[in-house]
């Protein structure tokens, strides 16, 4: 164990990518091994960002009602997970949501709407709503999650002042067709690069715990690493009851931690963001992670809650990181513009929840953690999963 940490140390020190099998070696590590993997991935961490935790918003500009299938979305093709379901929001309501992020600590916004893809419309409309939160929020980063880009798309939003753009692999390309049947891995991966070209820092990451295998995992983070992006966001399945994989609670906290360090190794000095599922999967554990991650959602996901912005504040503060200020650049110099002009961290898009920020100290929903990190796996996993109810699309206050 020594050695395959020692090494693995000393590749990410130097922002090198270590082999497959050490990759593999690290997700089959011993709950006894578990400290010491996660204070070698800390190592990897510090020496590219230090103690630094960035803070990210997500706003769900449309909600529900996909046409395609992917089988973790609760927003898919016949979804009876019972979650919000609105039309576009107004650019001033999307400001609003973004301004309660960035009082909350949030340094970059990520707009989010459910579809395959925009129509030129739907970039125009969005391209509104980019500069009415630019203007309300005095110029916050934006990253824009929309689906599968057309050509020009991508260079109309960086012109109307997108940062970023995410769009999720989600896990590796020999098993893609048994997640979605209605795009390819292939789609996913030509609109990543189109957001490069374009000068979008280019955002892109996982859903762990929908069945995949080890080497799956392995796979995934490999593809993302060649591709070169800024920012990977690792979300876990939130398995929403009404979807097809309402089943599968295939995660304990250690094994998250263990995908997180695995994550860190492979990707030594891009941005790791603990997205979806946080609350969920690690619970009393969560604070281990930010060893291994310079990166997290505050407040609500799409269309789940998360735990309060308040706890996720003190969360960090607790642990002995601190919350990443805007004038602080993200990425370490090396990489500051290798992916477009955002020159740091992407956004990422895919679950973030939080409880109302106008209400101090409000309890994190019960549904959302269970009553204690010991109690195991519940007989109802699926009350664990809190669908959205505040916030974007609702008239009550949203979760920052
Ligand atoms: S992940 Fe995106 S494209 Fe797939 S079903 Fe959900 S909203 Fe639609």
Not at 56 to 62: E, H, I, R, T
Not at 71 to 77: D, E, G, P
Request: a negative charge.
């Amino acid at each position: 164990m020594d050695e395959l940490l020692n090494s693995l140390v000393e590749t990410g020190l130097r922002g090198g990518t270590p082999t497959r099998s050490e990759a593999l070696a690290v997700l089959r590590t011993s709950d006894d091994d578990l400290l010491d993997v996660v204070a070698a991935a800390g190592k990897v961490r510090r020496r590219w960002f230090g103690r630094r935790v960035k803070l990210n918003y997500l706003v769900n500009l449309k909600s529900g009602l996909c046409p395609e299938d992917c089988s973790y979305c609760s927003q898919r093709l016949g979804s009876q997970a019972d979650i919000l379901k609105y039309t576009w929001l107004k650019p001033e309501e999307a400001a609003d949501a973004a301004a309660a992020g960035v009082r909350g600590g949030a340094k970059r916004v990520c707009v989010v709407a459910s579809g395959r893809g925009p129509t030129d419309g739907d970039v125009a409309r969005v391209s509104r709503t980019i500069e009415a939160i630019k203007e309300r929020t005095g110029g916050v980063e934006v990253c824009a999650c929309l689906g599968l880009l057309s050509d020009g798309q991508a260079e109309r939003l960086r012109a109307a002042g997108a940062d970023a753009y995410n769009h999720n692999l989600n896990t590796a390309e020999a098993t893609y067709g048994d997640i979605c049947t209605t795009h390819t891995y292939d789609d996913r991966v030509a609109t990543v690069k189109e957001a490069r070209t374009a000068g979008l820092s280019p955002c892109s990451g996982l859903i762990a715990g929908m069945g995949e295998s080890d080497e799956d995992l392995v796979d995934v983070v490999f593809s993302l690493r060649e591709l070169d992006v800024d920012s990977v966001p690792v979300n876990f399945l939130l398995p929403f009851e009404g979807t097809p994989l309402a089943d599968q609670w295939n995660l304990t906290p250690q094994r998250v931690l263990r995908i997180l360090a695995m994550v860190r190794f492979v990707c030594p000095d891009v941005e790791v963001r603990l997205a979806a599922g946080r609350e969920v999967h690690l619970r009393s554990l969560q604070p281990l992670a930010l060893h291994m991650v310079n990166s997290i959602f505050l407040g609500d996901y799409l269309t789940s809650e998360g735990q309060a912005g308040k706890a996720d504040l003190e969360m960090i503060a607790d642990a002995g990181f601190e919350v990443e200020d805007a004038e602080t650049t993200t990425m370490p110099a090396h990489r500051n513009g290798a992916g477009g002009a955002a020159g740091g961290a992407a956004t990422s898009a895919t679950t973030v929840a939080q409880e109302a920020a106008a209400v101090p100290d409000a309890p994190v929903p019960e549904s959302a953690v269970p009553e204690s990190a010991a109690a195991g796996r519940p007989e109802r996993p699926q009350a664990r999963v809190a669908v959205r109810r505040r916030g974007a699309g609702t008239e009550l206050p949203p979760n920052a």
